[in-house]
Structures are given as C-alpha cells and as structure tokens.
C-alpha cells in the first residue's frame, strides 16, 4: 500500500527525541522498520527553524544540518515560523511581599499543524497515497484525518511520539502506533552522509 507520512516536527523533537541520543534519527528508516508492510512513498516534514539563544547559540545550525540529512532520503520540508518573546507570567504560587507575576521567555511555533493537515487532505484528493500516516499526538489534526477518512475513504494512522495517545487522536484513527526507543536507536542516521552541497556531519553536541 503507498502510503505517505506527515510529520509534526516538533511534536516529534519534543515528544520522542529530546534529552536522548537518538536526535540524528532517520525518519525514513524509522517508518520502513514500524510499518514493514506499507510502502513509504512520500514523507512530508513540517517545521520551522528555531532561534538561536544566549545560551546555546548554535541550536539553528544543529537543526539546518538535520534537515539537510532529512532531505538525501528525499523528505520534503515545509516551514512555519518560530516566535520567541519575553512576556511577564503569574507565578503558580507566589509568596508574601514577593512579586505575584515573573518575565520569561516563551516560545512557539506557529504553522507547522496547519500545513500538515492542509497537505493531507489535499493530497488525499490529489491521489498521491492509499493510506497516510501522521507523525503527531496533536488533536487539533482530528478534522483533517477525519475528512480524509469519510470524503476519500482512506486509511489514516497515527504513529505517537509521545508515551500516551491523545484520547482524541485515537478515537478517529485507522491505526496506531508509538514509537518505540529500539526503532529510534536502529534508525539513525551514519555520522556522515553526502549532498550535493557537500558534506553532512553529525552535530558533535548531539
């Protein structure tokens, strides 16, 4: 069965590869080995590039140098936007004669939901798939796999990043799966790959 993947990228950073070693991850290869009977035809990856900060100054380049492994096995990339604000936030519990109200930082990424359930469905009437797969535990995608499912009547499935399903998620689903820490670790990427820029190489603080 063609079957094309839609990846949520920060769902995906967020919810299954930050804080291990498994960031340099191969989302191709990771799909092949969790769905060994479908044929993974297109994979569409929706993110945006990141600010960089004081205190890890680098953190756009480690993810341009990603994307660019991404796109050797022929992932196309959409991009969104990456806001980054300073904004004054009430404390949970403040004390007495203490301030009630605290600056932090707060960021968001903006679009990548958006375009992800806009292509889904578009290429769903395009004819480009027999099934598709979401890379997301995002409910605000219920819609889009919704009308996939009841307009075209084709097969939508989830593969989680995260440890639990969106109770909403699951409900509208063809499939599900999570992704499972021994497939990350078999999916990596080589510490170098080769483009027609040149070469990649594998962020060392990664």
């Known amino acids: 069965m063609r079957t094309n993947v839609y990846v949520d990228g920060f769902n995906l950073y967020y919810g299954a590869v930050k804080r291990t070693p498994y960031k340099w991850l191969d989302i191709r290869r990771c799909c092949e080995l969790t769905f060994p009977r479908n044929a993974i035809h297109e994979i569409h990856y929706c993110t945006a590039i990141v600010k960089d900060a004081r205190w890890d100054p680098h953190r756009s380049t480690r993810q341009r140098t990603f994307i660019r492994a991404l796109e050797t096995t022929g992932v196309e990339v959409h991009y969104g936007s990456f806001l980054s604000n300073v904004v004054r936030m009430p404390l949970a519990n403040p004390g007495r004669r203490k301030p009630r109200t605290v600056e932090v930082i707060k960021t968001e990424e903006k679009g990548s939901d958006v375009a992800l359930g806009a292509l889904l469905v578009a ?50 689903a063809s499939f599900r799966k999570r992704i499972r820490s021994g497939v990350l670790e078999a999916a990596q990427f080589p510490e170098s790959l080769t483009d027609v820029h040149g070469t990649i190489t594998k962020p060392e603080t990664w």
């Open 123 to 172: 290429h769903g009437y395009q004819g480009r798939y027999e099934a598709a797969i979401v890379v997301s535990n995002d409910s605000d995608l219920v819609l889009p796999i919704k009308i996939v499912q009841e307009q075209l009547s084709l097969p939508v499935g989830i593969l989680n990043p995260h440890k639990t399903f969106s109770v909403e998620l699951s409900k509208v």
